[in-house]
């Protein structure tokens, strides 16, 4: 009796060890998961609101969030006429992605500005998610090289309240522009990038002309 209960401690012993390095496998596992780079891309609605943003006016803003599990980029929220300060209330604490659409001054003194869009990482660096991190930086990256006409700058803030009027003069970006300036790449960026449809199948040959009598 005592033999058998010796081997019962064993066994439930060893079952107890078995399933606490199972647990250590999983965690580790997730762990080994949560540090790999993710690139996120924009979906078709996505595009589509991109491309609004060629007819909006300064101070119109687009706010991406990244799924990691899907890949996707999401849009949170369309907004327009919104401050610098005021956007920095809608993404306080949160890793978003921000297209912000203001003016950039021409350097020939007129006064005059022309449309852009920036690209801001609002990174908060009282974030330690590390997944998150590999996932908005990289796809940041991304969305400039696919969209190098319509962004003209990207940026990382890790304060969200140092994105102000002054933050955005001394890079010499303006809360206008001029209308007349304007140009139109958005459509031509974001139809290059959707999938392109299959090329139309060739015509057939025409017939050979009849032998000569």
Avoid at 154 to 182: C, E, G, M, P, R
Wanted: glycine share 4%; hydrophobic share 40%.
């Amino acid at each position: 009796v005592k033999q058998n209960k010796f081997t019962i401690i064993i066994i439930m012993f060893a079952t107890g060890a078995l399933q606490r390095d199972n647990e250590g496998s999983v965690a580790a596992a997730s762990s080994g998961s949560s540090s790999e780079t993710v690139v996120c891309t924009l979906d078709d609605a996505g595009l589509k609101a991109l491309q609004k943003l060629d007819g909006k006016p300064a101070k119109s803003a687009l706010v991406l969030k990244c799924v990691r599990k899907t890949k996707k980029i999401v849009v949170e929220d369309e907004l327009d006429d919104i401050a610098p300060g005021e956007l920095a209330d809608e993404v306080i604490g949160d890793c978003r992605l921000v297209a912000y659409k203001c003016g950039y001054k021409l350097p020939d003194n007129s006064g005059r500005a022309s449309p852009v869009v920036i690209l801001i990482w609002f990174n908060p660096a009282e974030s330690s998610e590390i997944a998150m991190k590999r996932t908005y930086y990289p796809t940041q990256k991304d969305l400039m090289t696919k969209f190098p006409m319509v962004f003209k700058l990207d940026y990382q803030v890790t304060n969200a309240y140092d994105f102000s009027d002054d933050w955005l003069l001394k890079k010499n970006y303006v809360l206008h522009f001029d209308t007349d300036i304007t140009k139109n790449v958005f459509n031509a960026q974001a139809e290059s990038c959707r999938t392109p449809a299959p090329a139309p199948a060739p015509a057939p040959a025409p017939a050979p002309a009849p032998a000569p009598a």
